[in-house]
């Protein structure tokens, strides 16, 4: 469902303690730079690493393209802009938008 509405993720591994997020130039190491945890997943039989599993996985929606996507709309687009075409001129607070703050 997301692939056909164009909403990809990325999965950045991240600490079993949420102490950091493992990626760009962290992204070789085996284990946390702060708290020196494995980043992987272990056996509970022979405490032998996992085939690479990260233990804890972060999935990263980024914003352009839910905005893209948004503002292809044309009614959405102008609903948007619906703040700062409707004012109030008598001097009357209908919205926050009429505040001078």
Known sequence: ????NELHYEKIDACVKDC?????????LDA??????????TSRNNRET??????????????????KRMYK???MARNSL???SHLSHD???????????
């Open 73 to 75: 709309l044309l009614k």
């Open 50 to 67: 996992k085939k690479r599993v990260p233990t804890k996985v972060l999935r990263y929606f980024p914003i352009i393209p839910r905005f």
């Open 82 to 84: 619906w703040h700062s």
């Open 91 to 101: 001097g009357m607070m209908r919205h926050p938008v009429d505040s001078p703050e």
């Open 1 to 4: 469902m997301l692939k056909e």
């Open 20 to 28: 950091c997020l493992i990626w760009e130039e962290n992204d070789v």
């Open 32 to 41: 946390c730079p702060k708290c020196h945890s494995s980043r992987w997943k």
